[in-house]
């Protein structure tokens, strides 16, 4: 019975404080990486609602992550552009990977990650890592 209670007080206590809480942080606050760069966002193009949908999200997130760790290497850049280029530069691979299908599911992401991201991106991540603290 105390426990049923303390559950009603909980409840009941919410919706009178509600309005009082206020956020720590907004969401649309632009997020820095360790160098000070800003963090892009993916773009609405690439952004994906609904739990049949969410696997896309990280498709597109893992597939910016690895080529822009492997351009920035490239580059031998620790610039923000290197380091955070557009967006854009992966919507064609995107695309031709087949990840934008509406037939699609997260397998096709599952068995591109687990061959071509899994594999290198801990050392890319690590390379990049030195490369731009030896800038400093």
Known sequence: MKLLTTLILIASAG???ADTV??????????????GCTVRQRPDGLTYSG????????????????????AA????????????PDWSSI???????????????DSLHLTWANAEYFP?????????????QEAD
């Open 22 to 35: 206020t956020p720590l942080l907004s969401a649309s606050s632009a997020r820095t990486d360790r160098y």
């Open 91 to 105: 919507e064609e691979e995107f695309d031709a990977l087949d990840f934008a299908d509406p037939q699609a599911t």
């Open 120 to 132: 290198v991106i801990s050392n890319l991540r690590a390379a990049l890592r030195e490369q731009c």
């Open 15 to 17: 919706p009178v404080y």
């Open 73 to 84: 290497l490239e580059a031998g850049s620790c610039a923000c552009d290197a380091l955070w």
């Open 51 to 70: 739990f049949r949908d969410a696997w896309r999200n990280t498709a597109a997130d893992d597939l910016y992550s690895l080529r822009r760790h492997q």
